[in-house]
């Protein structure tokens, strides 16, 4: 994306006033996306975001310019002003750039690029028609198509140059429904590192109907009761949990900056020796996944926790200094106009070995959760609340009556050690992830998963 | 003629450019913006990162038919304008028709202009004033209290925004604002209890900028108990909540 004299030059003038290293990262997005609402296209927008951004980095410190003029005189102008915000005594010259080979692990049969825009609004409306077609019920449906094709490409002053395409497509259906005066709503939004061919795994006429299905079942439901009780999260259905209330305080920023419940309790047996969880992008196709992150490290699969024990955070190369450790390769921006964090990409817990209809089968009286919705977590404490879309409650071992309005709450670090029981399957979902006023894509799957007793929250007395 | 006028005078030649590519019988609106930013956070009384930026882009939409597209690029060269105009284009074609689907008309009379909205002194407040008061603020929050043992995060922001809009209904205006601010989160601990609370000033300028209040709200926002979760019924006086005017919830 840019000739290499115009790259040297920019991280020599980066590297002047005596920063340990230099970095320049250019992003070109080509976005498509799509709304379509109660059989109209309400909105079809297509854009083209491309800049630069260099950063000079002394230690824990850094200072960062961008800009999305791509002249040689601009970004020297950023580097520049980054050279005046990071002082040091020491002159370091630029390595020799050699580009690291990267073999694309995320290959993409059907670039979005190769479909006209008809044809995704046809896959939209496929979605939409089949959402319509589940009930008499259904009273809304909104979906939405988006793909992205960002190409990047970073360079840093110790020698280390890569040029990565990063390709994503999802489609979400929701759906309101509404009967006597009740009125739900379902969400489906499989996501993937992949092109068109993504929608042969995931046909939009499932994604519509799954979302409708979701909405008209809360229909049935009942109040759900409060109390303190054992609790099954179905497959997949914990991620957001695993994210949320373990993953972020893992991020090696706060860990470093002592900031999180996490933070001095590595190499601990924290969770259940049953709970194993990690995080993976290099997963293949996966909608977190990469290459390389964003600060040119490639990607690898950390270990967060080991059969209970907290085993491993993640890094950007900053708070990994800052550990005394080498980057895990989770720094992550939203676009050239941020500079990188520690975040997730795919947080997983790992399979184990019980059989998933037993896990139910064992409980005499408890809640079932298909799907965790919104939620907030404190990363000081581990403190969190989730709702619950889905929930069922169990009774004498079977799955009886749906329920609404159900809340669950808790402590990370207290919920992963009363972790009695791990499935052996396993799913995924997806979801954009915000920190720090910015929003990456993130996947989370987990297993069917028991927890002893939680406290439920709940409408009913 | 301050630079900020001259930025809003290129975007709006900018605007009029774009909305001179409207083919017969299209509604053409481009919306164009200028940014100039910086930001500094601190942590442990040291600057954690520094960053300053300056971005543009426009976005255009087009109605046809009362059929509506949109797209935006950051790509303001005569190649990359005409390749937005085509898309917009493009996009309508594919939209559903709606009457609602029409550009606005210009105001009869134009919107006066609000006095201080812009302060664009602040773009020659140097670098190390911002991050003076950003280690300040860190620095009144842990001082304040001895069970806020440090700053979860603190530091100061600023931009200057410079917006232009044209439209071939007639519409042709621009403005600039300004802000400033500087936050705290403070994180407070007393045994095992750990509790964390945001304070933040803002204004059009750093002359704006109230620290010590900053720093004061955060430490006393981080000073809460963590209420026990029961049911409110209406008139029992117990349980019930007040938002307060700055949007922070007190319970009785």
Redesign the interface.
Known sequence: MLEEPDVRAVLSAALASGADWAEIYVERRDSTGIRVEDRRVEELTSGRDQGAGVRAVRGTQSAYAYTNVLTRDSLLAAARAVAAGVQGAQSLAVADLTERGIRPAHPIARPPSDVDKASKVALARRCEDAAWAVSPDVRQVLVSYADVVQRVFIANSVGFVADTTRTRTRLMAQVVAARDGLVQTGFEGPGASKGIEHFDDHPPEEIGATAAEKAVRLLDSVPMPAGEMTVVLNKGGGGVLFHEACGHGLEADAVGKDTTVYARTRGQRVGSELFTGVDDPTLPNGWGSYDVDDEGTPAARTTLFEAGTQAGVMSDRISAYRLGEESTGHGRRQSFAHVPQPRMANSLVVPGESDPDAIVRDVASGLYCVELGGGEVSPATGDFVFGVNEGYLIERGELTRRVRGATLVGNGPTVIGLVDAVGSDFESKQGMCGKGGQWVPVSFGTPTLRIARITVGGTSQ | VSAVDEREADLLALVHSVVGRAADGEALEAFATHRLGTSVTV??G????????????IGVRIVVGNR????????VTAE?LA??VA?AR???E???P?PGNVLPQPPADAPAPIDGLVVPALADVP?ARKVALALEVERMATGLDRRVT?A?SAGYGDAIVSVAIASTTGVAASYSRSHAMTYVVS?ARDGDD???GVGVTDGRTIDDLDVESAARDGVTRAGGR?AP?RRAEAGDGHGSCCLRPDGHLRVP
Do not use: I, K
């Open positions: 942590f442990s040291e600057v954690e990162r520094l960053t300053s930026s300056e971005s543009r882009g509506l597209g949109f797209a935006a690029t950051a790509d990359g390749d937005v898309e493009s996009n309508a594919l939209g559903s709606d670098a440090r979860q994180m750990t509790q964390t963590g979760s």
